[in-house]
């Protein structure tokens, strides 16, 4: 599943912060869905359909779980001040 690389109409930016919270919701006869949550926005990431999952479906899991893993590292190396890939201090 290869998204086309355009450029957004719009972006809107959650900040984390305390109450920030994110959590899988598995179900045992419907696709999961992933909840984010910041303050009072609830995020809901979920299946193409709630009744089957697809290539493009698992592809976008693994995408999103890999990103995520990335961002992750790079928060934690910005906490202990060591520098990211680029070489950059994160401070």
Known sequence: MRRQKTR??????????????????PYPQRSPVLGLV???TQV??????????????????????REAAMFAGAVERMF???????GVAGR
Do not use: C, M, W, Y
């Open 44 to 65: 809901l990431v979920t299946t193409s359909a709630t009744d089957h999952v697809t290539s493009d479906d698992v592809e976008f899991a693994r995408t999103l779980a």
């Open 80 to 86: 202990h001040g060591l520098p990211n890939e680029l």
């Open 38 to 40: 910041f303050g009072g």
């Open 8 to 25: 957004p109409g719009s972006t809107i930016a959650l900040k984390v912060g305390q109450g920030a919270d994110v959590r899988n919701h």
